[in-house]
C-alpha cells in the first residue's frame, strides 16, 4: 500500500495507547524490556513510529512505568518523531490491563478509533497498522493481526514441577488456531466498556472485548511484527533492522 492510497491526516480519527511499563524480566536484568536498545535506538521509539507511520494515526499514548514518565518523555523528546503526530505520556499501572485503561482514560475526544500495541513489538510495518484500522473503519469492533502456526499445537495437563513431562490431553486442529500480534484495533466505546465492565484475568484486550460477547476477527499479521521478549528475539530484531537499513539505504 503506497502512501497515497493512505488516509490524509486531515481524516485521521485514530489513537494508539502504548503500554510500556514492565519491566521484560525474560530478558534479563538491566532496564525496562521497552527501554532496551535495538539498533542502537530504545525499542519503546521504533515501536512509537511504527504506530505513528499510519497517516491514520493522528496520537500516540505511551503508558510509562508509574515513577517514569518523565524519563519516557524525555527519551521521546530526544528522537526524532513525524510532527504530523502528536504525543503524550501517562504514568501506567500495577498490570497492563491497569495501564491500557489509564492510556484510554487520557485520550481526548474525537479519536472513535483506538490501537492498543505492544511496546515489544518494535518492527510491526505500516501496511499492518493500516489493515487493522480499516477493519475498524468497515464496522469490527474489535481488530486483530494473526499468523498461521507452523507448529503442531499440544494441549497439556500442566506439571506441578516446572520441567517435569507433562501429559498430553489433546492436540487441537491446527488450521483454526491463530497466533495474535498488534495493533489490535477497536472501536473507543467498545474497549472502554470492555475495560469497564471485564475484571478478570486477560492476555489481551481483544479477549476483554470476547467476554462482551461481540466479535472479534482476524486480518493477516506479518512476521516482522513478533514479540522481543528473549535474548534470541533481540538479535532476531537486530537483523530484521540491519536488513532494512540495507534495503531502504540509510
Known sequence: MSDDSRPSPSAARTAAVIPAAGRGVRLGPGAPKALRAL???????????????????SLVVVVAPPDGAAEVRSLLDAHALPERTD?????GGQTRQESVKLGLDA??????????????R??????????????????APAVVPALPLADTVKQV??????????????????ARLRAVQTPQGFDRATLVRAHETVTGDVTDDAGMVEQLGLTVVAVPGHEEAFKVTRPLDLVLAEAVLARRRLNDGF
Open 107 to 120: 485520550l481526548p475526544p474525537g479519536h472513535d478509533i483506538v490501537l492498543v500495541h505492544d511496546a515489544a
Open 122 to 139: 518494535p518492527l510491526v510495518p505500516v501496511d499492518t497498522v493500516d489493515a487493522v484500522i480499516e477493519a475498524v473503519r468497515d464496522g
Open 157 to 174: 495437563e500442566p506439571a506441578g514441577t516446572p520441567g517435569e513431562p507433562e501429559p498430553v490431553v489433546a492436540t487441537p486442529e491446527r
Open 87 to 91: 504525543f503524550l505520556v501517562v504514568p
Open 39 to 57: 539498533g542502537g535506538t530504545p525499542m519503546l521509539i521504533h515501536a512509537v513510529r511504527a504506530m505513528a507511520a499510519s497517516r491514520a494515526v
